[in-house]
């Protein structure tokens, strides 16, 4: 195989989010948020750890941006913490919130690296929770005014903005199986609280346009999971079709083509949330790019033993896998093109994708992570083939600048390029990171290197 070239300009960046590495939890004036309550509960988070101090990102941000210019990255997408802003989620504006992510703006700035901002991944301000959260539809003009905040501050200077990150993950893992914050297992709130965060989508993409120059791009993240059948029967293609309908075409569809797919309409019956007139349309508002994350496929088979669904997911053995999840770099290819394919957004960027392995610190102070660097090479090899197939890509961002805090996992999963000694706080690059400059560098790789 020959050098992997991309194209110029092509937006190299890591992403990370703000519950995961601020830390800083109660400082300065910051609110509580569903995850402070969260891993408070006991048997919530693997040996009841906490993002308390995460990797004190709030008080080492100049290191980490440091450590980005040694990445060469050109970009750097963070997410805001709402109840940092907005202590009681609504109404009174907390100044030193505001300061810090404008010092963090300002020092990326200064570094050359661009600034991508997402406005929610997922620490909703426990005072809104309180009344009911995204299961609550007066959620909506609360997000509007929260994003309207952020875009006034701010908007000078971001040149991208994201609305809401992986909102089928908030749904489902959220309120359905109950793993993640708020911890809720009702299948009506997970239907209900998806139409919510769609509608606070849209109408934050009209608030946010408003506030905003003309040339700031706006957009969503949503995670997707090619779906495949286990066997060539109907009956695994229908059920790869229905698992593929609530994990992926359920936010698609409304989305770019302002409808909710009718066969989950006719699945989920008298689940499905009330649908108020115009909110389709204000879902549907037009964007400027779509942000996926790619992690796993699905392979699944017909099972009638699972409510609803009636399919189960099957792990073909012979796969590769990670501490996580199947490793499948074509699933990166296959959904690539299918979105551009089906809903043909003006503009992809890869904003989540990454990998958690055991890695950990050599006798001289490196990290070889060569699981990582595979990973990375594989998945973006495949990137450069949605490119070369047409998928207006404009940037891929890892999935994570360094190790943190992994949700219900706690510490345990690392998916950084950079390694995190959370005892210490001390940060050593990867050899992995390495890899990844070296390509940012060169815009490009070696598939042999
Ligand atoms: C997600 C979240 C990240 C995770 C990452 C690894 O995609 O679930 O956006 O916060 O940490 O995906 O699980």
């Known amino acids: 195989m020959t050098f992997i070239k991309f194209p110029d300009g092509f937006m190299w960046g890591a992403i990370t989010a703000a519950y995961q590495i601020e830390g800083a939890w109660n400082e300065d004036g910051k609110g509580l948020s569903i995850w402070d309550t969260f891993v408070r509960q006991s048997g919530r988070i693997e040996r009841g750890e906490t993002a308390d101090m995460a990797v004190d990102h709030y008080h080492r941000y100049p290191e980490d941006i440091a450590l980005m210019q040694e990445l060469g990255l ?45 406005l929610y991944h ?17 959620i909506v003009d609360a997000y509007s005014e929260y994003a309207r905040i ?61 506030e905003l120059p003309k040339t700031a791009k706006i957009g969503i993240i949503l995670n997707i999971t090619p779906t495949y059948p286990a066997t060539d029967t109907d009956e695994d293609r229908q059920a790869a079709r229905r698992y593929d309908g609530v994990a992926n075409r359920m936010f698609l569809d409304p989305l770019f083509k302002g409808e909710y797919p009718a066969d989950m309409v006719e699945m989920f019956g008298p689940l499905f949330p009330e649908i108020r007139p115009g909110d389709l349309q204000t879902i549907a508002a037009p ?12 392979v699944m088979h017909y099972d009638p033993d699972t409510p609803i669904l009636q399919a189960s997911q099957v792990f073909p053995p012979e796969s590769e896998y990670s501490q996580m999840w199947e490793i499948y770099p074509p699933g990166m290819y296959d959904m690539l ?7 043909h957004p003006k503009e992809v960027y890869i904003t989540e994708n990454g990998v958690c392995v055991p890695d950990g610190v050599d006798f001289d102070g490196r990290v070889r992570d060569v699981r990582r660097i595979r990973y990375l090479r594989d998945h973006l090899a495949q990137v450069g083939r949605a490119i070369q197939a047409g998928v207006p890509l404009k940037g891929y961002f890892h999935w994570t600048l360094m190790d943190n805090f992994e949700w219900a996992f706690g510490y345990r999963m690392r998916f950084g390029l950079v390694y995190v000694d959370f005892a210490t706080q001390q940060r050593i690059i990867k050899e992995s990171g390495r890899w990844y400059e070296k390509t940012i560098r060169n815009n490009g790789f070696d598939p042999e290197d």
């Open 74 to 118: 050109k970009a750097y997408c963070f997410s805001i913490s709402w109840p940092r802003l907005l202590p009681e989620g609504t109404g009174k504006v907390n100044p030193a919130g505001l300061d810090f992510y404008d010092r963090l703006v300002d020092g990326l700035l200064a570094n050359n690296i661009i600034p991508y901002v997402m």
């Open 287 to 298: 964007l400027d790019f779509v942000g996926l994350n790619y992690y796993m496929r699905a």
């Open 122 to 138: 997922w620490d909703l301000p426990q005072a809104l929770q309180d009344k009911g959260g995204w299961g609550e539809r007066s």
């Open 337 to 343: 093109t299918r979105i551009q394919a089906d809903y």
């Open 150 to 210: 952020v875009a006034k501050r701010l908007g000078d200077r971001i040149p991208a903005w994201v609305t809401h990150n992986e909102p089928m993950v908030i749904s489902l893992g959220g309120h359905f199986t109950g793993e993640l914050a708020p911890g809720i297992q009702d299948p009506f709130v997970a239907l209900r609280v998806a139409h919510h965060l769609l509608v606070s989508h849209g109408q934050a993409v009209l608030a946010l346009r408003t």
